[in-house]
């Protein structure tokens, strides 16, 4: 359970930062167009579910270490 909590945690935290630094660089750089959206907006997306993505993946890694030892 508790595994489950750190898995849900970690995804939320780097879905923030990730839509935080998306933004942040399609704002000041530019980006392609995703979503129905341009620039800071669909960046901002991207990342987040990036941060998504990675955070479920650091979640099973870890899962499945915790329960081969």
Do not use: P
């Not at 980006?31 to 129905?36: E, I, K, R, S, W």
């Not at 991207?46 to 870890?62: N, P, V």
């Amino acid at each position: 359970m508790l595994l489950i909590i750190i898995t849900f945690l970690l995804s939320f935290v780097l879905a923030v930062v990730g839509g935080f630094l998306g933004a942040l660089y399609g704002g000041n750089f530019g980006c392609f167009a995703l979503f129905g959206f341009q620039g800071y907006e669909s960046c901002g997306l991207f990342f987040a579910y990036i941060g998504i993505a990675l955070g479920i993946i650091t979640g099973i890694i870890l899962a499945i270490k915790h329960y081969r030892s």
